[in-house]
T-cell receptor, first 114, second 118 residues
Framework: AQSVSQHNHHVILSEAASLELGCNYS??????LFWYVQYPGQHLQLLLK??????LVKGIKGFEAEFIKSKFSFNLRKPSVQWSDTAEYFC????????????FGKGTHLIIQP | GAVVSQHPSRVICKSGTSVKIECRSL??????MFWYRQFPKQSLMLMAT?????????EQGVEKDKFLINHASLTLSTLTVTSAHPEDSSFYIC??????????????FGPGTRLTVL
């Protein structure tokens, strides 16, 4: 069975600070990795995804993530956050075929202070 | 982009009644739809996978007779919570995959349905 662990449940940063949210997964086979964002009152939106190839993935709104296979990690980064990045962030995984439902981490609530 | 809608967005019902939630893919055909449940301040938990024209596949611990799923067309899946009880109160979210070139790799999420059972 797959599992996803997000290390930080609540993160508070000031604008322009750098961000890194941790995500580790547990699964023995090939995986697809995702980061989703949920802004207040809105539905889940895909930030970025990794299926294969370059382990450094660039997504929307200046976010990127790096897949480190040896560490079973897929950490999300952004060099300079904005107030509008305040949201809930979810790391998710499914198996390599891509046709399965997603296993989500518990989420990280990010608050950016102006 | 791919859009998924859900109806209703909120529903309040009495204990013992049944509630139907619709999930529609508005601008693409979705051969597979997924149903998730999200408790307050918690993550999404996969309930079931719904394939058009076949029976849904339920995750361990999810009662198939309580959560009836029908995927009658390539754009519509329904979740019916039968004989709802207060512990069924939750946020129900669907997602759909867009099959493209034989690859199903991104799920598009609906806005969710808040169910409150009194």
């Amino acid at each position: 069975a797959q599992s996803v662990s997000q290390h930080n449940h609540h993160v508070i940063l000031s604008e322009a600070a750098s961000l890194e949210l941790g995500c580790n997964y547990s699964y023995g086979g090939t995986v697809n990795l995702f980061w989703y964002v949920q802004y207040p009152g809105q539905h889940l939106q895909l930030l970025l995804k990794y299926f294969s190839g370059d382990p450094l993935v660039k997504g929307i709104k200046g976010f990127e993530a790096e897949f480190i296979k040896s560490k079973f990690s897929f950490n999300l980064r952004k060099p300079s956050v904005q107030w509008s990045d305040t949201a809930e962030y979810f790391c998710a995984v499914n198996s390599g075929g891509g046709a399965d439902g997603l296993t989500f981490g518990k989420g990280t609530h990010l608050i950016i202070q102006p | 982009g791919a859009v998924v809608s859900q109806h209703p967005s909120r529903v309040i019902c009495k204990s013992g009644t049944s509630v139907k939630i619709e999930c529609r893919s508005l601008d693409f055909q979705a051969t597979t739809m997924f149903w998730y449940r999200q408790f307050p301040k918690q993550s999404l938990m996969l309930m079931a996978t719904s394939n058009e024209g076949s029976k849904a596949t339920y995750e361990q611990g999810v009662e198939k007779d309580k959560f009836l799923i029908n995927h009658a067309s390539l754009t519509l899946s329904t979740l019916t919570v039968t004989s709802a009880h207060p512990e069924d109160s939750s946020f129900y979210i669907c997602s759909a995959t867009q099959e493209s070139g034989g690859h199903r790799n991104e799920q598009f999420f609906g806005p969710g349905t808040r169910l409150t059972v009194l």
